[in-house]
């Protein structure tokens, strides 16, 4: 079992960075693949990037490659994604997930699920 609680979300203008925080229960975190997803209103979830358990490898949605980074700290029980340039489309609630069967970019891949936290990017 794994409990996820993200922080960091806000409101920002266009053009700003954030930086979101997801802290996991448990001593089994290096053994999960992390990822975040993201839900617009009246949109599906949306896959936004991955790390492996080691976070040797990284993975991104192509809407957000170049402007977002996915890192862990395994000591810490904790996956970030800093979010920089961003733009008014990536408002959206954040979500970060965790995958017992490695990486994925669908939500059915992963067994566990933060509360979100909003981000909010004003024009």
């Known amino acids: 079992q794994v409990q996820l609680v993200e922080s960091g979300g806000g409101l920002v203008q266009a053009g700003g960075s954030l930086r979101l925080s997801c802290a996991a229960s448990?001593?089994?975190?290096?053994?999960?693949?992390m990822g975040w997803f993201r839900q617009a209103p009246g949109k599906e979830r949306e896959f936004v990037a991955a790390?492996?358990?080691?976070?040797?490898?990284?993975y991104y949605a192509d809407s957000v490659k170049g402007r977002f980074t996915i890192s862990r700290d395994n000591a810490k029980n904790t996956v970030y994604l800093q979010m920089n340039s961003l733009k008014p489309e990536d408002t959206a609630v954040y979500y970060c997930a965790a995958a017992s069967a490695g990486y994925g970019s669908s939500w059915y891949d992963y067994n566990y699920w933060g509360q979100g936290t909003q981000v909010t990017v004003s024009s």
């Open positions: 448990g001593r089994t975190f290096s053994s999960y693949a």
């Open positions: 790390i492996v358990r080691s976070g040797g490898s990284t």
